[in-house]
T-cell receptor
Framework: LAKTTQPISMDSYEGQEVNITCSHN???????ITWYQQFPSQGPRFIIQ???TKVTNEVASLFIPADRKSSTLSLPRVSLSDTAVYYC?????????????FGTGTRLQVTL | EPEVTQTPSHQVTQMGQEVILRCVPI?????FYWYRQILGQKVEFLVS????????KSEIFDDQFSVERPDGSNFTLKIRSTKLEDSAMYFC??????????????FGPGTRLTVT
């Protein structure tokens, strides 16, 4: 399983764009990159998944360079409610029903 | 959006007692999972379940643990004789395999298990 490295924590002010980068140097050819969000005392929640280039949904964008050795989750104009832990996962797409392997994640703190 | 539900939200039990944690996965999902998260630590995979049998289990999921889908809607995790170190949040998740890029596991809100 590809090992991921992401910052332990980040701080941001409300209204700013937040970019969280994840390194995954030994990503396999068939691995996807998936990001989950977890609020305190809640279960993780899927944010976005991608294989290459750029993926955007109503919540976030995911940028993946050509070598796929890293990825960046971009949260536009964060609010206080975006304070959470963000996990980068690398592995088979969740459509294959594989288990999820979580790291320690990035704790994002948004303040006024 | 469809939701996974879990009961109870908080369970307190004495060491050595049996506990059953209950989950109702999303109705058309086919794969079911249990994860746990000890306070301040990572979310850890315990077991996956498909077609009424265990697909995969982790080293944590020893003989003290068992899972069952007793009817068409519930999915349970039983811990036969709880230990202090079983204190954690237990999350149930479910998914339906698809080829789409937005395929995902849906997690429940968790059950906080406190073993005293």
């Amino acid at each position: 399983l590809a090992k991921t490295t992401q910052p332990i924590s980040m701080d941001s002010y409300e209204g700013q764009e937040v970019n969280i980068t994840c390194s995954h140097n030994n990503i396999a050819t068939n691995d996807y990159i998936t990001w989950y969000q977890q609020f305190p005392s809640q279960g993780p929640r899927f944010i976005i998944q991608g294989y290459k280039t750029k993926v955007t949904n109503e919540v976030a964008s995911l940028f993946i360079p050509a070598d796929r050795k890293s990825s960046t989750l971009s949260l536009p104009r964060v609010s206080l409610s975006d304070t959470a832990v963000y996990y980068c996962l690398v592995g088979p797409p969740t459509g294959t029903a594989s288990k999820l392997t979580f790291g320690t994640g990035t704790r994002l703190q948004v303040t006024l | 959006e469809p939701e996974v539900t879990q009961t109870p939200s908080h369970q307190v039990t004495q060491m050595g007692q049996e506990v059953i944690l209950r989950c109702v996965p999303i109705s058309n999902h086919l794969y079911f999972y249990w994860y746990r998260q000890i306070l301040g630590q990572k979310v850890e995979f315990l077991v996956s379940f498909y077609n009424n049998e265990i697909s995969e289990k982790s080293e944590i999921f020893d003989d003290q643990f068992s899972v069952e889908r007793p009817d068409g809607s519930n999915f349970t995790l039983k811990i036969r004789s709880t230990k202090l170190e079983d204190s954690a949040m237990y999350f149930c998740a479910s998914t339906i395999p698809t080829s789409g890029s937005d395929s995902k596991q849906y997690f429940g809100p968790g059950t906080r298990l406190t073993v005293t």
